[in-house]
């Protein structure tokens, strides 16, 4: 049998399970306050139309919102952070195994986090991906 | 039409709690409930719903995952372990879709095929209620060398469980259908995440589903991305989703807590059930799908 890989030990793994609790409840925060203020703004600024609801952000390049585009920007900005978070999950693991030596873990998560980039990557050079 | 949506925003809000809710005590990202109430309640294009529904997962998951980590319920290394086959198998769902599988017919194959499975993974489930983790003195090799297997803490009973990781590979594989259906119809996959965890690698239902809640949010993020830079998020429709999940995931995580695995495990048995429904209601057309 071939030897266990990694080295951290019980107590670092729930060091890292609160390192991580922690990114995500920070995430989730950062991105809640965001969007609370976004629907703020539209309740104060309103009235919406039934069609707002189906109004999209048209992805990099384009304006935020119809008509109310700071209320739109925080709501888009609590979206990025919600998307966002995955990521950042992602990559303090595999920082935290490197730190802690467990190289395979590393490796493994590194995959991850690349797989992830490349499906950003690809939404850009392959409009095929998703069909209109 | 020109009036306050609050109304809509509400029933909005309920939806999304629902799913946030149920999939925060099952390890579900809630997408089978999200889309279809978006589509059919609320009239919004499916692609728009299956991008909210994407963001409401990350939600769900982040939610969730954050209680369950701080918590010790969590098995980190067999969580990132599945992952890179769930990454993979959504890589995969994506390019199945833009090339064999185009169009509504590829996809309703699929469904029809993964509607059995579905309801083999109920089957299975249900057997397994009333039988608890087994202190084994079997082994699996792969299962060491990763150091997968664990202890947690049952809120419940009081009792610090320990139990032995079995059957990796056939994990690993469940994981890689779990990312396919994922990429090809915007759902977490924890459906079959969960119950292969449970059933044939042994892990407790508890862990089984908090370590699926971590999970879910890496799956769905790949997804989400490119909803996101392909113009398919209407922020408006999102936040609501979004904030519903985030409430309803934390409520879950308390629900969870204090419910004893054959409870989840049976709740399970009957989203299972209603899942395999949803998909050859989608796979016939009478649903709506992507």
């Keep these: 049998m071939t030897e266990p890989t990694g080295t951290l030990d019980t107590g670092a793994m729930n060091r890292l399970s609160l390192r991580l609790s922690m990114v995500l409840a920070i995430g989730v925060v950062i991105s809640a306050i965001l969007l609370i203020i976004g629907l703020a703004l539209i309740a104060v600024t309103g009235p919406v139309s039934s069609g707002d609801l189906s109004t999209t952000w048209g992805g990099p390049g384009h304006s935020l919102g119809p008509g109310n585009p700071v209320a739109y920007g925080f709501l888009l900005a609590g979206i990025v952070v919600l998307l966002i978070i995955p990521l950042a999950r992602v990559a303090v693991s595999s920082y935290s195994f490197a730190a802690g030596g467990e190289r395979d873990f590393a490796i493994l998560t590194l995959f991850v986090l690349i797989v992830l980039a490349i499906s950003a990557a690809a939404s850009f050079l392959l409009p095929m991906i998703i069909a209109p | ?290």
């Design chain 2, 1 to 290: 039409m020109l009036i306050p949506l609050w109304e809509t925003f509400a029933g909005i809000l309920a939806l999304a709690f629902a799913a946030g809710l149920l999939g925060a005590m099952l390890g579900l990202g809630g997408g089978l409930i999200i889309v279809p109430g978006l589509v059919i309640l609320f009239g919004i294009d499916v692609h728009l719903a299956i991008a909210a529904s994407l963001v409401s997962i990350i939600a769900n998951s982040a939610g969730s995952a954050s209680r369950y980590a701080r918590q010790g319920q969590i098995n980190l290394r067999l969580g990132m372990f599945l992952e890179i086959a769930t990454a993979a198998g959504g890589v995969a769902g994506a390019v199945l879709t833009t090339t064999v599988l185009t169009g509504a017919t590829g996809t309703s194959i699929l469904l029809i095929s993964f509607a059995p499975i579905t309801l083999a993974a109920a089957i299975l489930l249900r057997r397994n209620i009333g039988k608890h983790v087994a202190q084994t003195a079997v082994k699996d090799p792969l299962a060491e060398r990763w150091r997968l297997s664990g202890s947690f803490r049952d809120n419940v009973t009081g009792e610090t469980v320990q139990y032995q990781v079995l059957q990796p590979k056939k994990g690993l594989l469940a994981s890689l259908g779990a990312g396919l259906i994922s990429g090809l119809i915007g759902i977490g996959g924890g459906i079959f995440k969960v119950p292969a965890m449970n059933v044939f690698m042994k892990v407790p239902m508890k862990v089984a589903s908090a370590t699926s809640s971590l999970m879910i949010g890496v799956t769905a993020g790949g997804g989400a991305l490119i909803y996101l830079f392909r113009g398919y998020i209407a922020p408006l429709l999102v936040a609501p989703v979004a904030i519903g999940a985030l409430a309803g995931s934390f409520t879950g995580t308390l629900v969870h807590g204090r419910s004893s695995s054959d409870t989840l495990k049976m709740l399970f048995v009957m989203v299972l059930i209603a899942a395999a429904i949803i998909m050859a209601l989608k796979a016939v057309g009478v649903l709506a799908t992507a």
